[in-house]
Nanobody
């Protein structure tokens, strides 16, 4: 059974930093791409960043480019999202996600392409 468990969210002031983690279990982590999405109350879930199975390819939403960095440690079965220069508009519940098939890295911003989701972790940026 595949499980994704996020951690690292919290309350931070504008300009601050947080690092989110997503620990995966239940399959060979290094065979699957991983992504982060976020959702603010009443809004659609939106793409944040993605990384291919060995970390060679990454993609970012325009709104976070230059501020957020996605990375992964396949030895620890964990993907990270380093968030710097946080803004109030970054406030949301952050989810990690992964597709059901291995070695897939396309349409990374499309939520329907993902079969597994974590429970989410809240990030709140105060102004």
């Amino acid at each position: 059974q595949v499980q994704l468990v996020e951690s690292g969210g919290g309350l931070v002031q504008t300009g601050g930093s947080l690092r989110l983690s997503c620990a995966a279990s239940g399959r060979t982590f290094s065979s699957y791409s991983m992504s982060w999405f976020r959702q603010y109350l009443g809004r659609e879930r939106e793409f944040v960043a993605s990384i291919s199975w060995y970390g060679v390819n990454t993609n970012y939403a325009d709104s976070v480019k230059g501020r957020f960095t996605i990375s992964r440690d396949n030895a620890k079965n964990t993907v990270y999202l380093q968030m710097n220069s946080l803004k109030p508009e970054d406030t949301a519940v952050y989810y990690c996600a992964s597709p059901g098939r291995p070695y897939v890295y396309d349409y990374v911003a499309v939520t329907s392409k993902y079969d597994y989701w974590g429970q989410g972790t809240q990030v709140t940026v105060s102004s």
